[in-house]
């Protein structure tokens, strides 16, 4: 398997897999929300955009510095803005309906900051990357030795073209989305995102639940992140057992 990491002791490609897994068992309880919330008929569109927000939402962990720094314990570079690049692009080039195109990017781009329009990740994420290093001098992607060997579930040519550029454009077109409109819409859009945000969440933190960074090392520290875990972890686990009866 791909030497790639997601986190110190996990395997990229694997915690991807155990993310879509999670989505299998959670999708069919938000469809009809889906449905409605983004008024779209072809609840196959949905799908197909979910199970891509899924599968491209940590593609920033596969930057040259993001890996380096995992493998060395370092501070890791932000890496939320560029899957969010990623899909707009992509989302854009086929035509996904706009409020489902962009609510799944506002939410990948702030799954790790959970902090909005107030985030650098919605702001500044150009800056970021090439303050952080990500970027070359032309503005193009490092991306680490590796990539090019994963299948196109996880890297394909718009990944090789991304660039700087793309996060700047992605990140104020986010922008303008969320703020340009009248209130009633600025509502709904805000509901759009919370809902898809809510949904990787369940998957990326229940898929990321073995990890030792989140176990509770001191039960004093009730209010700690690993409560916040432990509490998505089990209801996660309990849609999975409902689906078996």
Same mark, same amino acid.
């Given at each position: ?105 506002? &939410?990948? =781009?702030?799954?790790?900051?959970? +902090? %909005?329009?107030?985030?650098? /990740? ?5 800056? $970021? #990357? ?40 992605? &990140?104020? =077109?986010?922008?303008?989305?969320? +703020? %340009?409109?009248?209130?009633? /819409? ?5 509901? $759009? #995102? ?52």
């Amino acid at each position: 398997m791909n030497s790639l990491l997601s986190s110190p002791e996990e395997k990229y490609v694997e915690h991807i897999e155990r993310c879509q897994e999670r989505l299998d068992w959670i999708y069919p309880i938000f469809k009809n929300t889906l449905i409605r919330i983004f008024d779209i008929n072809d609840e196959g569109i949905i799908r197909y955009a979910s199970v891509n927000m899924i599968n491209f939402h940590d593609l920033g962990k596969l930057t040259q510095k993001w890996q380096k720094n995992v493998a060395k314990g370092k501070k890791l570079p932000s890496h939320a803005p560029v899957g969010a690049a990623y899909l707009y692009k992509r989302f854009t080039k086929e035509k996904i309906p706009e409020d489902l195109k962009n609510a799944i990017c506002f &939410a990948v =781009s702030i799954h790790h900051t959970d +902090r %909005g329009l107030l985030g650098d /990740n919605i702001e500044r994420p150009d800056i $970021q #990357a090439i303050t952080e290093g990500v970027v070359d001098y032309d503005g193009k992607i490092i991306w680490a030795e590796g990539v090019r060997s994963l299948s196109n579930g996880y890297y394909d040519e718009i990944v090789e073209i991304l660039t700087v550029y793309d996060l700047k454009e992605t &990140a104020r =077109s986010l922008r303008i989305w969320a +703020r %340009g409109d009248s209130l009633l /819409n600025q509502h709904k859009k805000r509901l $759009q #995102a919370s809902l898809m945000h809510h949904i990787l969440k369940l998957c990326d933190i229940s898929a990321a639940s073995e990890r030792k960074e989140y176990h509770c090392e001191d039960k004093k520290d009730y209010f700690g992140g690993w409560l916040m875990v432990e509490t998505i972890e089990s209801y996660v686990n309990a849609i999975k057992e409902r689906l078996k009866k």
